[in-house]
C-alpha cells in the first residue's frame, strides 16, 4: 500500500500545480522546433510531443545514464536555469547531417567523449531548440519575461548535473524528431525548474484557451507540410508516334527530327498520384548557355486554385 501512494505522490503529473494547462505551450513549441530544424538541418523533419510531466529533479538525474549527452542552460534574468538532452540517436542524426549526411547515421550510444567540433554542432542544434522555447512562450503570452536560455556547459554525467534542488519539481518537455524517413522517431528531453517557469505563469493565465491555440498551431504545422512537399515537373517535347518495328530499330547515335510545333508547345507536367497533369504550356528557348522553357499560359486553374485555397485559408 505504501509504495501505491508513493507512486501516486511521486510520480508524474500532467499539470503543473498553480499553473494552466501547458498543453498549447508544448504543442507549439514542437511545431516552431520543426520549422527551425528543417530550415537549419534539411527539409523534411517532423517533430512532435512525446509527452511531458512533472517530476522531481534528482528522480529525473536518478534514471538517466552515463553518457548523456546533457547541455545546461541558464536564464539571467531571473537566475534561472535548464537543461537539453538528446538521446545519442537524435545527436548522431545532428551530427551526421550538420558534417555532409543525409541524417540516417544509427548511434545508439555515444560512449566516446565527444570532439571540440561534436559539441560546437550540438551547441548549435540546442541553441535551435532554446530558441523554438522562447518563440513559443511569445507565440502562447505575447511576451516572454523569461527570457531565452543560454547554454553554459555540456555535461556527459548525470551526477554532475544540477539545476534545482534534488526534490524540487522540473518540468519535462520530450520531443520525437522524425529525420530522414525514420519512424521511429529520435528524442530530446527539455527540461526547466517549475520555480524558472514562475515568470511566466501570469501570462499563461491570461492566454487564448489551449484548444484553439493547439488546433492554430496543428493548422499552421500541416500548411507548412503542405508548402515543403516536392512536386516533381516535366517539360515533355511530343514526338511523333513510333511503330514497334520503327522503335526495334533505333540505335544509339541516330538523329530524331523535332517537328516545328513541339518547340514552340512544350508542356510542363506535374506528377500527382492520379498521374501526370499538364498544368501549363511554353515554348523552348536559352539562358545563356542553358536550355529553358518560357512559360507562355497561365497555369491551368483547375490544377491552383485548390493549392490557393489551402495557402489561403490557412
Keep these: 500500500m505504501d509504495s ?52 522531481r529533479h534528482g528522480d529525473y ?30 545527436l548522431g542524426k545532428v551530427l551526421d547531417i550538420y558534417l555532409g549526411g543525409d541524417g540516417s547515421f544509427e548511434e545508439s550510444n555515444f560512449a566516446r567523449s565527444l570532439t571540440s567540433i561534436d559539441l560546437a554542432i550540438y551547441g548549435r542544434f540546442v541553441d535551435i531548440v532554446s530558441v523554438a522555447f522562447d518563440e513559443a512562450i511569445r507565440e502562447i503570452c505575447g511576451t ?34 522524425y529525420i530522414a524517413g525514420d519512424a521511429r522517431g529520435a528524442g530530446l528531453d527539455f527540461v526547466v525548474p517549475v520555480s524558472t517557469l514562475e515568470p511566466i505563469k501570469k501570462l499563461l493565465v491570461q492566454s487564448p484557451s489551449g484548444s484553439e491555440i493547439i488546433n492554430a498551431a496543428w493548422a499552421g504545422h500541416m500548411l507548412e507540410s503542405v508548402l515543403e512537399t516536392e ?39 506535374a506528377g500527382t498520384n492520379e498521374g501526370p497533369v499538364t498544368v501549363t504550356t511554353g515554348r523552348l528557348g536559352s539562358i545563356e548557355r542553358n536550355k529553358a522553357v518560357r512559360l507562355d499560359a497561365p497555369p491551368d486553374e483547375a490544377f491552383v486554385a485548390p493549392l490557393r485555397r489551402v495557402i489561403e485559408q490557412g
Excluded at 519575461?145 to 551526477?159: A, C, I, K, S, V
Design 4 to 55: 501505491v501512494l508513493q507512486k501516486k505522490v511521486r510520480g508524474p503529473k500532467m499539470r503543473i500545480a498553480g499553473f494552466p494547462s501547458l498543453d498549447a505551450l508544448c504543442h507549439t513549441f514542437a511545431g516552431i522546433c520543426a520549422t527551425r530544424a528543417r530550415a537549419d538541418l534539411r527539409p523534411g523533419i517532423d517533430v512532435d510531443i512525446f509527452g511531458f510531466e512533472s517530476v
Design 231 to 269: 512536386l516533381p515537373m516535366r517539360g515533355v517535347i511530343d514526338l511523333k508516334s513510333f511503330t514497334v518495328a520503327e522503335l526495334a530499330r533505333l540505335k544509339q547515335g541516330e538523329l530524331l527530327e523535332l517537328p516545328q510545333e513541339a518547340i514552340r508547345k512544350i508542356e510542363l507536367r
Design 144 to 177: 516572454n519575461e523569461l527570457g531565452t536560455g543560454q547554454r553554459f556547459r555540456f555535461e556527459q554525467q548525470p551526477g554532475m548535473v544540477k539545476i534545482a534542488p534534488d526534490r524540487a519539481e522540473v518540468f519535462v518537455i520530450k520531443l520525437n524528431f
Design 61 to 90: 538525474l536518478g534514471k538517466l545514464k552515463a553518457p548523456s549527452a546533457i547541455y545546461l542552460l541558464t536564464y539571467p534574468r531571473h537566475n534561472g536555469m535548464g537543461l537539453i538532452k538528446a538521446h545519442p540517436r537524435l
